[in-house]
């Protein structure tokens, strides 16, 4: 069976990472994003000046929260899988340098 050591903890690594670059780049531009996509969307279903009704406000707040949550997904998939990417490959060299030294040690 293979070591996955290294492949599980930089995919939990890269998870944190992703987190951390979501709170700090995502959060503000997904949340501006999302808005402007709901007011399109209000403008386009309730008339071009949205007034402040219940029902506009309600499309831009999920939008908004929509945009939020796309934006923390990439985040989080992109930095994880990266992660999980360097992991493997790392597992890889280090099974190949253990067959390398078991293979001289039989030598």
Known sequence: MKDTTYTKSLTYVGAGVGVVLFAIFGLL???FLGGVMGLNLAGSLLGTPVVSGILARLIVASSMLLGVMVSGIMFI???STLGWLIGTVVDALRARAQETAEAKHRA
Request: charged content about 0%; overall charge neutral; aromatic content about 0%.
């Open 29 to 31: 531009p997904g949340s």
């Open 77 to 79: 998939t992109a930095s």
